[in-house]
């Protein structure tokens, strides 16, 4: 059985503070890592993908990828209360077009 | 940008009804896919296509079927709605492997 692990939070950070948010993954098949925002009420959205390990970059965001210790994280440097969200881990394992999700972390950022 | 569109916000079924959930994506994705999202549960996959006329089950597919006679379109048949499928379903298309979401469908059986 192929699982994500994710804290389902809340996770709280005051404004301008860094977030971290943290996804495990049982399977070391495993080849590329998602983060999906998602909002109460609306679909999730996709806001980075990470396929080698070490860090990916992206505005105030960044993946981290550690596949020897099947950890994948996203930080969100600057946090504005807009980040408030679940935030979604998805992990592609090689072979397959499905997506295993995590069951999501809640993100509370308070101004 | 992508674009995938379902075909309602909300809508309101009685238990046994046949209900048909339609998506359409626009970017000629060859995999489409279909999730319903409940509270503690997380997404789970119901059925997916990877080309025309093919379809895969997922990890729930009792209750549902699905249809795809066009690349672009791939619908989720409720074939007796039931009380326990009140849940948002959503629907994704990819490329290769980062799925897009449409703006789901919350469904209630009543």
């Known amino acids: 059985q192929k699982e994500v692990e994710q804290n389902s939070g809340p996770l709280s950070v005051p404004e301008g503070a860094i977030a971290s948010l943290n996804c495990t993954y049982s399977d070391r098949g495993s080849q590329s890592f998602f983060w999906y925002r998602q909002y109460s009420g609306k679909s999730p959205e996709l806001i980075m993908f990470i396929y080698s390990n070490g860090d990916k970059e992206d505005g105030r965001f960044t993946a981290q990828l550690n596949k020897a210790s099947q950890y994948v994280s996203l930080l969100i440097r600057d946090s504005q209360p807009s980040d408030s969200a679940t935030y979604l881990c998805?992990?592609?394992?090689?072979?397959?077009?499905?997506?295993?999700f995590g069951t999501g972390t809640r993100l509370l950022v308070s101004p | 940008d992508v674009k995938v569109t379902q075909s309602s916000r909300y809508l309101v079924k009685r238990t046994g009804e046949k209900v048909f959930l339609e998506c359409v994506q626009d970017?000629?994705?060859?995999?489409m896919f279909w999730y319903r999202q409940d509270p503690g549960l997380g997404l789970r996959l119901i059925y997916f296509?990877?080309?025309?006329?093919?379809?895969e089950k997922g990890d729930i597919p009792e209750g549902y079927s699905v249809s795809r006679e066009k690349k672009e379109r791939f619908s989720l048949i409720l074939e007796s709605a039931s009380t326990n499928q009140t849940s948002m379903y959503l629907c994704?298309?990819?490329?290769?492997?980062?799925?897009?979401f449409g703006p789901g469908t919350r469904l209630t059986v009543t």
């Open positions: 296509s990877y080309d025309v006329k093919m379809k």
């Open positions: 970017m000629d994705h060859e995999n």
């Open positions: 994704a298309s990819s490329q290769a492997r980062e799925q897009y």
């Open positions: 998805a992990v592609n394992y090689t072979g397959f077009q499905k997506l295993v």
